[in-house]
Each structure stands twice: as C-alpha cells, then as structure tokens.
C-alpha cells in the first residue's frame, strides 16, 4: 500500500509503522521490511450474495465443499494470534455471509489481533453494524466501484450501489470506522471525482484504491493505460492537498501498485516539495513488491490452502488443515521451502543482484529500490513473466526510470 496522505502531507497515519517503520509494534523484530510478519488476508467463504465482475476469487451465491470447519478456524486464529500477525483481514466471497462470521471476528478480536473485514457491504444492517463495533474490528472496508448504476452493473445486481451506502450509513451511526475500497479498472477511472466527492458527503474515514490484477473473473478486465495510471494519481493527490488544506487527515492509499510511490516522488522532485526526502526515506524503508506478496502479505483461501498473496492463487505454500500458518509461512513445509524462498529473494538478494536478474523496464529502473518491480503478483501473470518479470501495469516512461534522468534534477 501506498498511503498519499502520509507521503504528501508529512501527517502521521494509523499504519506507519506497519509500512514505513515508524515507531515499534508486535510482531515486527528486528524492526525492518524485510523480517516483518505478513498482513494476512484470510478468505473465509468463497460464497457470496452477488456475482462482480473483477472478482479474483470467482464467487457466486452457492456452497462450495471442503471450507474450513469451526475447529480449524479456531486453531488458525490461535496460531494467527501467538504468531503475531500485524493485522487480520477477513475476506471472501462475502465474509458476513459465513454462518459463524460473528463468532470468528469475535474470538480474533479477543486473541489481539487487528482486525479489518472486506465487504460488499449490502449485507451490513443496523444489528451488524452494531455487532461489528462491539467485536473492535479496526475498520470495515466497504467496496464500491461507481456511483449508482455503475456500481450495479460491476457487482451485477441493481440496488447493490443502495444497498452498500446503507451499509456505510449504518456503520457511521453505530461510530465503527469504515473505509471504502475501490478497483481501478478501464471502466470506473473516469468517475474518481464522484467516488472522492462520495467520499466526503458519507464521511468516510479511509480509502483504498486497488489497481486491478487480472485474477479469476478480473482477467478479462484491462488494466490501467499508463495515462489513466497517472490521470488517477494526479486526482487523488489534488484531492489530498485539498483535505490537507481544510485540517482534514483522511487515509487514502493505493494499492497493488509500488510504482505509485515512484511517481509520487517524480512530482515532488519536479514540484520541490519540502517532503521529498522524508517520503523518499520511507519508500525506500518499504521495499513496495520487494517485501510484500509472499513476505509483507499473506493469504489462507476457504480451503486452507495458503499463498504469497491473495491474487497469486495458482502458488501454493501449504494447507493449515495439515499444518499451522506459522510454520508455513516460516519455511518449515518441505514441499514448498524452495519456493518460497525464491519468492523472498527478490527481497533479500542487494539490490544490484536482484535488479540485475530483473527482465524487462524494471532491469534498468532507477526507481528499483523504491518499488522492487512493482507487484510481483501482477508481473507473474504478465506476458513474459515469472519471479523476475516487469509488472506491466508501471506508468512510468522510459526517461522517468532512466538514471540519466536523475543527473537532470
């Protein structure tokens, strides 16, 4: 994730630590990105209540055999909570929809553990939202992408766009903090105004904006043009400077693209901003796609079966039915060390080998310290990826990452 708040107004936010090393926090020793324990994004069910176009998991409203039995989740949130996950996000298909929903977010709650939900948000009535707040999850984040019609038609039912702003609304009358998330696709980038403006009338605490990678129902989408890249950029960071101009300290981050942060310091660098330095340290603290899928980021699909992230679906690491996460996620499965220690290295190789191995623009990036590649997950699925491969979905220019560059500023 990429926090523009942070970055471009130098305001502290609730997750620096987590993602810029500010300050200390559990689970976190020896305090660098690089030995951090993952964010853990946990798919509870797959089943869902709606049908979305983008959906990387492929949900529909059906059961689907082999999910985990109560049993297994407790003994995953145990093994979640002694090894000191920074912060649990439970996911879906529809999490709320899962018959012991309360029950999981409140034993997690308990065990210490941050928790967040990712929603669709229809299904989120006064008596739940209420229910949320007494469970302490940290944050709800709701999905919309469009205003209106166009959020119907991307989730494929009408009254859906009505039905997650009562969803937001309750949540705001209980005071359980809520966040919107949103997918950047080809489809919605020109209705960013409408969303942000949304934003302000509903007084939503936190905003997320996904860029799309093309995983299960999202792979016929397309991806961002560079130029709609850097239009979306443009935008939010006008609309931060203006909060920031009115004593307003909303989150908003972009995430599944390091390369954000890149361009964040290309207009710092052109426009002299005085946090130029300051985000430069905390950029280059983070690592972007060096330290996150497969290190920084964590997920536990409905089966058990646990991958580098959860779009990166077709890699997997082990099963908690057989063994806990803590030990997967340390290297003790043997039938997947290997592998995960070759997604690490990207991490934990110098910088000058790594770039070196990279294939593609990232190969001769001057910016390869600040964004590791981009997102590993997204140069995976690329045309010509792999470990190694260039994240296509970079908006920068060949001048903007070239070193000569760098000589002209």
């Known amino acids: 994730m990429t926090n523009l708040t942070k970055l471009w107004t130098g305001i502290a936010q609730p997750a620096d630590a987590l993602r810029y090393g500010a300050g200390r926090h559990p689970g976190h020793p020896g305090h660098s990105a690089k030995t951090r324990k993952p964010i853990t994004v946990w798919n509870i069910t797959r089943s869902c209540n709606l049908r979305c176009v983008h959906c990387y998991s492929d ?101 859906a766009f009505d039905a997650a702003v009562r969803g937001f609304r309750n949540c705001h009358d209980v005071g359980q903090k809520t966040g919107l998330r949103l997918t950047l696709t080809r489809h919605n980038v020109q209705n960013i105004e409408q969303i942000l403006d949304f934003i302000e009338r509903e007084e939503i605490q936190r905003v997320c904006f996904y860029h799309l990678v093309p995983a299960g129902r999202g792979s016929s989408l397309q991806v961002l043009t560079p130029e709609e890249s850097r ?19 909303r989150e908003l981050l ?99 080998e790594r770039q070196s191995r990279m294939v593609g623009p990232c190969a001769s990036c001057r910016w390869f310290g600040i964004c590791g590649g981009g997102f590993r997950t997204r140069a995976a699925y690329s045309e010509n990826g792999g470990l190694w491969g260039s994240d296509p979905g970079c908006c920068l220019s060949d001048s903007e990452r070239s070193a000569s560059e760098l000589a002209k500023n």
């Open 254 to 352: 972009t995430v599944a693209q390091p390369a954000d942060g890149a361009y964040l310091l290309l207009r710092m660098e052109q426009e002299n901003h005085p946090n130029l330095d300051e985000a430069r340290r905390l950029l280059s603290w983070n690592g972007g796609g060096a330290n996150s899928s497969g290190r920084g980021i964590a997920n536990i699909d409905t089966q058990g079966n646990v991958h580098p992230d959860q779009f990166w679906q077709d890699i997997v690491l082990g099963n908690v039915k057989q063994q806990p996460f803590s030990q997967i996620w340390e290297g003790q499965n043997a039938n997947s060390a290997e592998t995960l220690r070759s997604i690490r290295s990207i991490g934990t190789l110098s910088q000058s």
């Open 59 to 159: 949900s529909a409203a059906m059961n689907y055999p082999g999910e985990l039995t109560w049993p297994q989740m407790e003994a995953v949130v145990e093994d979640l909570a002694a090894y000191q996950v920074p912060s649990l996000l439970l996911s879906g298909g529809e999490p709320l929809i899962h018959p012991r929903f309360f029950d999981i977010a409140q034993k997690a709650s308990a065990a210490g553990l941050k928790l967040t939900i990712s929603t669709n948000g229809t299904l989120i009535t006064p008596e739940k939202a209420a229910l949320l707040k007494a469970a302490n999850v940290a944050y709800v984040g709701i999905s919309l992408d469009g205003i209106g019609k166009i959020h119907d038609e991307f989730r494929r039912k009408e009254g």
């Open 231 to 249: 239009y979306a950029l443009d935008t939010l960071l006008a609309r931060v400077e203006a909060w920031h101009r009115q004593g307003v300290t």
